[in-house]
């Protein structure tokens, strides 16, 4: 149970402690939290003593009322935007006016309350002050100590891996209990998603586990002098039959004997992930354009390719991690969604950059800049 | 009689298998199915359709999807039904309800169903909703 300090602002004794018998004993608990919250209570019949109290003590809540004999509502509230307090604050008022709802929220005050008010009506209104306390609280918490990427991060992960199993196992079921014939023939399209499935999760895993090493920082890099005329020849042998599969033809445009040093396998998935996406988001009987320049200080690699193309919208979100364009053009490309995110930080641990040009309907290019070093 | 008319139910969903699973399921139950492969897609349906259901998942083209496309179809069509199914609680431990007069106040959905429900569970699920 964590006990919430709640100030009471208010002239009226009978206000005071009638907010205090609603408040005691009760509770306000959700689902999501951890813990149950209570309060305790504090009085201040005036706003002098008010700020008096809210900076001697970490307040949580205030309820402020404000027609009060010294400054009034709207003054403390001032003063507590002005010394960034992180308490919450919520007006009680007899003399509930739009102005004064308008002006109190503009300065920061959370929730509006109208006197006189029923035990009911208080307590949702501290019920929600609560959950927003709470979830701002928590919000900052993530956000410090990074938690809330690799939350997200991770039930992102975990929808992406679950999804194929729902898939592969509704399939399964229907074909356990025969339901649409008695006929293997009948289940041709379910057994070819099921695999294209399948695949695609390997693919996940095996990105997964590249990404995973690369952020650990644990993977282990062999530098040499790498021809990257000679990477670019087995990237594109390696993805040969996905390019026939979809009848794109790939023309590679580079000179020989282009030495950089870095890691060859790391070049490999580089140039591997770039051109397959050429390949996957290109339109039939499409062409990829591979070209590798070189001068004194840096290698060229740019893939351009005659395919959908994407948004600028879409250009931004692009190198993050799960992220994939969806929508009715992209619908049958099966990715995991890593493939540019692990691209994007191989560049960089060579200590280069990649960038994106895109029109739809057009193309996209992609240009990686290497140094030689 | 209005019972006599086949009921139509929109499943949406960003994952085409699963939308092929749910309109199989749900064609077998009688129903009338049409599918909308996100919320954007969903949107668009509902700009000239409207359903006498909604079948929706939760995280989509966003996180959020879900609860979009949930507020959007209770805005246009308050007396539609809407179910949210989803497998957010056996991947992340979230719980929603959607139940209680305070969870309604932020997701607009009748029902909150994980997936994987056995067939005649959903059925009844659905018959429940439509008053059939």
Known sequence: MEILKVLVVDDEPGIRSGIGRIMRNFTVSYPFMEEDFAFELIDAETGEKAIEIIESQNIDI????????????????????????????????????LDLAVKATNIGAYNFVPKPFTPQELKTA??????????????????????????????????????????????????QEKQ???????????????????????????DLLDLTKLESGKKSRTINQVDI???????????????IQKQVKVY????????????????????????????????????????ISKDEKSVKITIEDTGIGMSSED?????????????????????????????????????????????????????VSLPIK | MKSDIQKTILVVDD????????????????????????????????????PDMAIIDLMMENMDSGFILGHKIKQKYPDVPVIIASAVTAETGMIFGVESKEDKTWIKADLYLEKGLRSDQLHREINKLLKL
Do not use: C, W
């Open chain 1, 315 to 367: 250009m931004e979100k692009l190198f993050q991690e799960f992220v994939r364009i969806k929508n009715s053009k992209t619908k049958n490309v099966t990715g995991s969604g890593l493939g540019l995110s692990i691209t994007k930080k191989m560049v960089e641990l060579n200590g280069g950059t990649i960038y994106v040009e895109s029109t739809p309907d057009v193309g996209s290019k992609f240009t």
């Open chain 1, 252 to 291: 590679l445009d580079a000179e020989e004997n282009l030495y950089i040093s870095s890691d060859k396998d790391e070049l490999e998935i580089i140039l591997n992930n770039l051109l397959s996406n050429a390949i996957k988001y290109n339109k039939d009987e499409g062409k990829v354009f591979l070209n």
């Open chain 2, 15 to 50: 994952d085409s298998d699963y939308l092929f699973q749910m309109k199989l399921q749900i064609e077998k139950f009688g129903f009338n199915v049409i599918t909308a492969e996100g919320q954007n897609q969903g949107i668009k349906i509902l700009e000239s359709t409207k």
């Open chain 1, 126 to 175: 501290i019920e929600s002050i609560t959950k927003q306390l709470y979830l701002k609280r928590m919000t900052r918490k993530m956000n410090k100590e990074g938690k809330q990427i690799r939350f997200q991060f991770l039930s992102v992960l975990s929808h992406e891996l679950k999804s194929p199993i729902n898939a592969i196992e509704g399939y399964l079921k229907i074909m």
């Open chain 1, 229 to 243: 005329y000679e990477v670019a020849k087995m990237a594109m042998d390696t993805i040969e039959p996905l390019a």
């Open chain 1, 62 to 97: 205030i309820l402020l009322d404000n027609q009060l004999p010294g400054i009034n509502g709207i003054e403390v509230l001032e003063y507590i935007r002005k010394i960034q307090y992180d308490a919450l604050v919520m007006m009680i008022t007899s003399y509930a006016s």
């Open chain 1, 180 to 206: 649409v014939g008695d006929n293997i023939d009948d289940y041709a399209i379910m057994i070819e998603r099921s695999m294209e499935r399948l695949k695609g999760m390997r693919t996940l895993i095996l």
